[in-house]
């Protein structure tokens, strides 16, 4: 009953959001371009719904010699490769922001499990013991407000499948406040390899 309803809501909020964001979006595009060379928005292959994969994308907040399809958290030294200005798009979430335009085209929600990359198969796999693979991926999620990247990948898809199980227009709204919340105080941000 609510899945139907969450798309609407998806795309009236994304839409109201890129357009109240657009002069934000100008001025994150010209910093970007004129720190570093390469394009201003990032697209790489995620998975969907269904296990269908599609773009998604991001501000660049990294150099264009970063190594390609490694999530952050896996390079030994991510700060070689991060701009000074995608240091702060990323402890700020600002580089996220271009993913509303998947929430509008309808490969993303607001509210979900957050995209596993096309090569992680150990979170893909996590995943579909509990049902996470089978609903839109979010912008923010329930692992997102408990963790991020602290959690270790069971518990994150522990987490997605209490998501897919408890779904509702109350625990998305209770998720989005949570997730300001949290990006306001940067927790769970990790950049380079978990010790």
Not at 38 to 47: D, P, T
Not at 126 to 140: F, M, S, Y
Request: include cysteine; charged fraction near 25%.
């Amino acid at each position: 009953m609510y899945k139907p309803i969450k798309r609407c809501i998806d795309f009236i909020i994304s839409l109201i959001g890129l357009l109240v964001l657009s002069p934000i979006f100008l001025l994150i595009a010209v910093i970007i371009k004129l720190e570093s060379k390469g394009k201003v928005l990032f697209k790489q292959k995620r998975l969907g719904k269904d296990k269908c994969f599609f773009d998604i994308y991001k501000f660049r907040t990294m150099l264009s010699s970063t190594p390609k399809d490694m999530p952050t958290h896996l390079l030994l030294t991510p700060e070689k490769f991060i701009t000074k200005s995608g240091a702060f798009l990323r402890k700020s979430s600002l580089d996220e922001l271009p993913q509303l335009i998947n929430i509008l085209v309808g490969d993303m929600s607001i509210v979900g499990p957050r995209p596993a990359l096309w090569n992680q198969d150990d979170l893909i796999a996590e995943r579909e013991k509990v049902g996470a693979n089978d609903i839109l991926p979010g912008l923010t999620g329930w692992a997102q407000i408990n963790g991020r990247d602290e959690l270790h990948i069971e518990l994150k898809a522990k987490l997605d499948g209490q998501y897919v199980k408890e779904m509702s227009l109350w625990l998305d709204i209770k998720i989005f406040f949570l997730t300001i919340f949290k990006v306001f105080r940067s927790e769970g941000i990790q950049e380079g390899k978990r010790q």
